[in-house]
């Protein structure tokens, strides 16, 4: 039996957004509102679609979603735009602290059901991870018309730079990571773990972004159970101590704890590559540097040529690195790098070669007062 049109078009507007726009439908407006923006996103999406046959990729996606919107509308928001492998979601009508809180748990509960949905489906054990990035602010939100010779064309979304950040953080994060920008990390310190991951340049945001990462709930933070009439359990409490934004150095060291529970292991492992390397540049160094000067003078003159350049390079290397992430970009340390790797070059290609050297037959250094004699 034939659905009357009415019926059809409910199934593609949001319950939510039909009841904010009430009576006055017919003419609505736009208006200045504080939100919160949740951005979700299948990671490569692409590559399920090419492993996966249609009639699987689309019953996964189904499910998947299901219980993500479930998520969503438990917490209080509303999916507003569906685009393709993700979705964005809008959290309104209350403080923005409310808000924002309400998209931090929607993203933890979704990230809880990327697994169940997986198998729920029916699907193969293998990677499916969803990313989410999570701005708020004052936003432009609304109807947005768009008339055309077929009529006109309506979709309810959030305009401005929170909906542009807020996807920009979304395409940042990787392996089911939770992004966060300032704003919100502020409004949800006192009651989640967070990690920071210091200042970001985003494609067409005119300004750095300090970005965090959502962990989870602080155990002593209220707890959020299933919503009346809902089915979408709130994530519990993370049983890990309590992390303040702002923290100091013991406090570093419980971030790295839960950075490597939250899946970033694979640091270890390039450090561990980056220190054989460095070993494999420090062993020789002492030798290479003595070598240069008389025997008498190879120690003296070996840890002052050491001790100087340290100074004079390696002391502000950190002091400019800091000043120049978030005013020129990642761009500008390495081209300090490249520029001080250049320097090197020149001056080990100037010196010479004393490898093969005796230093029995090196001049030595005749004491002053001899000197001065002859």
């Not at 697994?115 to 989410?132: I, K, L, S």
């Not at 979709?155 to 542009?164: M, W």
């Not at 303040?244 to 529970?261: D, T």
């Amino acid at each position: 039996m034939a659905l009357p049109t009415e019926l059809i078009a409910q199934h593609f507007v949001p319950r939510g957004v039909l009841q904010r726009l009430g009576p006055d439908a017919v003419s609505p407006q736009k208006d200045i509102v504080e939100v919160a923006v949740l951005f979700v996103d299948v990671q490569d999406c692409s590559t399920l679609c090419e492993t996966l046959p249609p009639s699987a990729m689309n019953r996964l996606l189904e499910m998947a979603f299901g219980e993500f919107f479930d998520c969503v509308h438990d917490a209080g928001g509303d999916v507003n735009e569906i685009m393709g492998d993700g979705f964005m979601a809008l959290f309104e009508g209350r403080p923005l602290q409310e808000n924002v809180r309400a998209a931090a748990r929607a993203a933890l509960a979704i990230q809880q059901r990327t697994v169940t949905g997986h198998r729920q489906a029916g699907m193969p054990e293998g990677p499916f991870d969803v990313n989410m990035g999570l701005h708020a602010g004052s936003a432009f939100v609304g109807v947005t018309r768009f008339v055309s010779r077929e009529g006109e064309r309506w979709t309810y979304t959030a305009s401005g730079p929170v909906t542009n950040v807020a996807a920009r953080l979304c395409a940042l994060a990787r392996d089911g990571a939770i992004m966060l920008s300032e704003v919100a990390a502020t409004l949800l310190a006192g009651a989640y773990l967070l990690h920071p991951l210091g200042m970001h340049h985003f494609k067409n945001i005119g300004h750095a972004v300090r970005v965090y990462r959502l962990i989870g709930e602080r155990t002593n933070a209220p707890q959020h159970h299933t919503a009346p009439g809902g089915r979408c359990d709130m994530v519990p409490a993370v049983e890990e101590p309590p992390l303040p934004v702002e923290h100091s150095r013991p406090q570093m060291l419980q971030i790295g704890a839960l950075a490597a529970k939250a899946g970033l292991s694979r640091d270890a492992r390039v450090i561990s590559l980056i220190a054989i390397a460095h070993s494999m540049q420090y062993g020789p160094q002492s030798s290479y540097i003595a070598e240069n000067f008389p025997t008498g003078l190879a120690y003296a003159g070996s840890g002052l040529g050491y001790q100087t350049a340290s100074l004079i390079a390696g002391g502000p290397a950190p002091l400019l690195a800091t000043w120049m992430l978030p005013t020129f970009g990642w761009q500008a340390i390495a081209v300090y790098i490249i520029a001080c790797v250049v320097i090197t070059l020149v001056a080990a290609a100037l010196l010479p070669d004393r490898s093969r050297a005796d230093v029995a037959t090196m001049p030595e250094l005749a004491p002053a007062g001899r000197a001065a004699a002859g």
